[in-house]
């Protein structure tokens, strides 16, 4: 199942709700959410920085994942960046595919 990195960053409405329920009903909403969409919470921190909070999740499938980025956003209580993660073995894949491409750079 692919995998998503979810670095999120709370707008002072939703640090006044993390400051109300605290963060394991972050976590738990969260992992709920992921549930309905048949995915899987691997991990939850919060941090310093750019980002509030830094999640790991396995979804089926983008449309999942977009739909998970279209639903938190739309609350206006979190601003949210998705990356679809690659494994090492998704890596050497693309590689060995990488003679089937040919790219002309811009004024060759």
């Given at each position: 199942?692919?995998?998503?990195?979810?670095?999120?960053?709370?707008?002072?409405?939703?640090?006044?709700?993390?400051?109300?329920?605290?963060?394991s009903?972050?976590?738990?909403?969260?992992?709920?959410?992921?549930?309905?969409?048949?995915?899987?919470?691997?991990?939850?921190?919060?941090?310093?920085?750019?980002?509030?909070?830094?999640?790991?999740?396995?979804?089926?499938?983008?449309?999942?994942a977009?739909?998970?980025?279209?639903?938190?956003?739309?609350?206006?209580?979190?601003?949210?960046?998705?990356?679809?993660?690659?494994?090492?073995?998704?890596?050497?894949?693309?590689?060995?595919?990488?003679?089937?491409?040919?790219?002309?750079?811009?004024?060759?």
């Amino acid at each position: 199942m692919p995998k998503y990195l979810v670095q999120a960053s709370y707008t002072s409405e939703g640090t006044k709700g993390l400051l109300r329920d605290g963060g394991s009903k972050r976590r738990a909403v969260v992992e709920k959410g992921l549930q309905a969409l048949g995915g899987k919470l691997e991990s939850f921190y919060f941090c310093f920085g750019s980002s509030d909070v830094v999640i790991i999740a396995e979804l089926p499938d983008a449309v999942s994942a977009a739909a998970v980025s279209l639903n938190t956003g739309s609350t206006g209580a979190v601003k949210l960046t998705t990356t679809q993660l690659l494994s090492v073995e998704d890596v050497d894949a693309a590689c060995k595919k990488t003679s089937a491409f040919t790219y002309t750079p811009p004024g060759a």
